[in-house]
């Protein structure tokens, strides 16, 4: 079993950048597949980006790409989200997640493992 803790969130104006970290903890000698999800009020969880064990495949969402970056250093066992040119609409709950032998899957129930979420607040 792997325990994931989720940080970084907070506020920030419109066009402004933050760095989620997801370190993982416990059983880390597996190799996890990670994935970004986020839930805003009122709305549905939805995927945002993942990333495979290896990090040679990357898979974002159409309204994050070119703004979010996804990347992973397995000797830390942590994954870093940078969101740049961050947007109110961009404003939810953030949790990452993870499993094994997913590859870098946008379906939410293909993770077993999830942290508890960070909150991002973005302002116009």
């Known amino acids: 079993q792997v325990q994931l803790v989720e940080s970084g969130g907070g506020l920030v104006q419109a066009g402004g950048s933050l760095r989620l970290s997801c370190a993982a903890s416990g059983r880390t000698d597996s190799r996890y597949d990670m994935v970004w999800f986020r839930q805003a009020p009122g709305k549905e969880r939805e995927f945002v980006a993942a990333i495979t064990w290896s990090g040679s495949s990357t898979a974002y969402a159409d309204s994050v790409k070119g703004r979010f970056v996804l990347s992973r250093d397995n000797a830390k066992n942590t994954v870093w989200l940078q969101m740049n040119s961050l947007k109110p609409e961009d404003t939810a709950v953030y949790y990452c997640?993870?499993?094994?032998?997913?590859?870098?899957?946008?379906?939410?129930?293909?993770?077993?493992?999830w942290g508890q979420g960070t909150q991002v607040t973005v302002s116009s």
């Open positions: 997640a993870a499993d094994t032998g997913v590859g870098a899957t946008r379906r939410s129930d293909a993770y077993t493992w």
